[in-house]
């Protein structure tokens, strides 16, 4: 590796919070759950007209854009004059896609659960909706 591997502090995790909550209003994305922990990340998201990888890049990139605006990057120390930070995400995301309303619901309460496991405060993110079910006789939501 080129960089030591990121631990995301607490007071990032904020900023990287405020980075998602600005995307999902721009882009109309409905999180039913998020969990920042300090080595990952943890979200449920409602199904877009954008694919999940499209949402993943612009999550990230949101996220990264505020780290930087508060001076908080994990890895400044590493910044270069006149180039890009660097990469504070792995490429690509791991994703699961749920295909009924008891699989997102578990999912759901996996990454509520996910922090207590860390021995961490379960976490509370202003740009989290709460799940509400699945509209009868849809297998697809759009948002």
Known sequence: MKYPAV?????????????????????GY????????????????????YGIETIAVQLKGAATRSVIEDMCHPL???AEEGKRRPRMWSNGQWKVYL???????????????????????????SFVTPFTGITKNAWVNYH
């Open 76 to 78: 400044v120390e590493f």
């Open 7 to 27: 631990s995301i502090t607490g007071g990032q995790a904020v900023s990287i919070a405020k980075g998602f909550a600005s995307q999902v209003v721009k882009s």
């Open 30 to 49: 409905t999180i039913w759950a998020a969990t920042i922990l300090p080595e990952h990340t943890h979200l449920v998201v409602a199904r877009h007209h």
């Open 99 to 125: 295909d009924s309303e008891l699989a997102v619901e578990n999912a759901i309460q996996y990454v509520i659960d996910n922090p207590v496991k860390e021995n961490k405060k379960r976490q509370v993110w």
